[in-house]
């Protein structure tokens, strides 16, 4: 009777196992925060020069540049656009992972993107608009009249990503309203990243060849 009860003891241990061996992981917050791929599939990198441009060629614009919206001569800051001109100058982007250390980006992480406009300029959000709250290129130490907040990206469909802004709040892990950039078009036609634009703007991010290799 014992002999029965060790075996059928062991029967049901080796099921159980292989039950459990066979349950495929659940996601976990890493898979959450997975690495942001470039077109090559390469993760992009903390402080390697990007372009960025949409992820669909459709009447949306072209690679993300610099645009002059407040006639400041050439001078930061400047709004970040998109290009809508053939021949329009494309202007490389920085990563900078929030966390310390952080080699790579990862998704739905904050970081700081930053534009050489001058001197490395950080994208922040302006209030130059009453409707629109667009992003603009500015030295780090400059948030006179703008939003204090980082940005993510999220990934999409098909290996496409959104940027994201989350405001900053009084717990300094609370994202509340958290907006997706979007692309705004002015009345000259120019287009702009912005907050609570009509649609939000699919994105793909390309690495800047080495020219010097």
Do not use: H
């Not at 950080?122 to 980082?150: H, M, N, T, Y």
Request: proline fraction near 3%; charge should be negative.
């Amino acid at each position: 009777m014992l002999i029965k009860l060790f075996v059928s003891l062991a029967i049901y241990i080796g099921l159980l196992i292989t039950i459990l061996s066979s349950i495929e992981p659940s996601s976990s917050s890493s898979d959450a925060n997975s690495a942001v791929l470039d077109t090559q599939g390469n993760k992009i990198q903390s402080g390697v020069e990007y372009y960025v441009k949409p992820a669909i060629t459709d009447d949306v614009g072209g690679y993300v540049t610099l645009i002059d919206r407040f006639c400041n001569n050439g001078s930061c800051p400047l709004c970040i656009g998109q290009q809508n001109v053939v021949g329009a100058s494309r202007f490389s982007i920085k990563f900078k992972p929030f966390i310390e250390g952080e080699s790579m980006v990862r998704e739905n992480r904050d970081f700081k993107a930053l534009t050489l406009c001058v001197q490395s300029t950080e994208w922040k959000v302006g209030d130059q608009e009453s409707v629109k709250r667009l992003i603009v290129a500015c030295d780090g130490d400059d948030d006179q009249g703008l939003l204090k907040g980082f940005f993510r990206i999220e990934k999409g469909n098909l290996g496409i990503y959104y940027f994201v802004w989350c405001p900053l709040e009084v717990c300094p892990n609370c994202r509340l309203n958290c907006s997706y950039v979007g692309s705004w078009i002015d009345e000259n036609g120019n287009r702009f990243l912005a907050l609570g634009a009509n649609s939000t703007l699919p994105l793909i991010f390309e690495k800047v060849n080495d020219l010097s290799s």
